[in-house]
């Protein structure tokens, strides 16, 4: 058993599971669905090979929630002809740090997904278009099970947000009839744009205590270290 641990940041990133017309929503946490897409565009998978994206679903997922960000939303006027207007509402996390899990039997196969992530067919983004992610994005394999490599791996959030916390949040794939699952609609069946399908998960949430830093960091503050 091994996991592909990816570290997902930016100043900006937006997980839409429910959004419909001229509101789009984002979840507190990267979907499965997004994060799959992230791994089929490195792959360079197109949206009607419905083939791989069973075996992408395939992969148990987890994500533990370092750095909770603040919602935003950004208003836009779009026009539907020379005569009509209306006003959009996207919403989006700033400031967020996830750290995300994908475990497999075969080992092969996270080697592949490292090796796209490095080097992907198509550009990478955070839920949508706008929103690239920052590197480190791709932290590579853990020879361990998925809760024990998002449970140890250092903590990649700020300092000064370390002090207020007590534990951090892990939410992981699970077992529909394990005690204290919950149901979650973020499995993409198809990403046709014809008529997409998105199916239900089981997921459990673990609050666990924080582990290590990755490296203490000063008081100043750079606001451009996310960039570099």
Known sequence: MATLILRLAAPLQSWG?????????????????????????????????DQALLRLNGLRYGVRTDQEGQFLVDLHTARKDAKTSYLTRRYY????IFLVGLESEDRAFLQELEDALRSPAFPLYLGRRSCPPTQPLCLGIREMDLFTALRMEPYMGSCWRRKKLRKLSIRIDV??????STVQQDVAIS???????????????VLVDLPGAVEEMGTEH???TELR
Not at 27 to 44: F, Q
């Open 17 to 49: 599971a429910d959004s419909k017309f001229e509101v789009r929503k984002t979840n507190r946490e990267p979907t499965k669905s997004g994060v799959i897409g992230l791994l089929a565009a490195a792959l360079g998978i197109r949206r009607d090979d």
């Open 93 to 96: 996390l700033s400031d967020a």
């Open 175 to 180: 077992n529909p009839q394990e005690v204290g």
């Open 191 to 205: 990403w046709n744009p014809i008529h997409r399908q998105y199916g239900y998960r089981a997921i459990r949430e």
């Open 222 to 224: 750079d606001p451009f």
